[in-house]
């Protein structure tokens, strides 16, 4: 599996801030994926745009995680500018990951994370915190080298035997 990952955040673009979650992310697939990018840029839809097309259309990723930007503030449209660039959407991901979340805090329910696939490549929406991050990639990774196999054209039948 290829993977990007994006965070989302205008500290850390800034160097105001320490990248956690991203680093995260790194770390917890850098054993078993090739990470092909680990980018920070500013809550800033047209950048997150641009970054999001980069790591699917030219570097081919499998799986781009961003990270931020998911929440209520003004300036978070991690969403929005996922929404803009994916040809579909996956709304079970983001559905599983509140569902598992509420378990654990009922602020799950203000997350406004979203997935969907742009050609072959799955974009997936996480939250800002590391602790978050882990949660939701317990609940969802499991599901990923299905998700990669049928979007490269690999499976021929999506049923268990």
Known sequence: MRISILTVSDRCSRGEKE???GPLIKEI???TAEILCLKTVPDE??????ALIEMSDFLHSDV???TGG???APRDVTPEATKE?????VPGIPE?????????TPRAVLSRAAAGIRGKTLIINLPGSPKAVKESLDVITPALPHAVETLSGATLSCGRE
Request: positive net charge; hydrophobic residues 40%; charged residues 45%.
């Open 19 to 21: 990248d956690k979650s």
């Open 29 to 31: 697939f850098g054993k």
């Open 45 to 50: 839809k047209e950048e997150i745009k641009k």
């Open 64 to 66: 781009v995680f961003t």
């Open 70 to 72: 998911t929440g209520f």
């Open 85 to 89: 660039v994916i040809e579909k959407e």
């Open 96 to 104: 599983a990951v509140r569902a598992e979340s509420l378990k654990i």
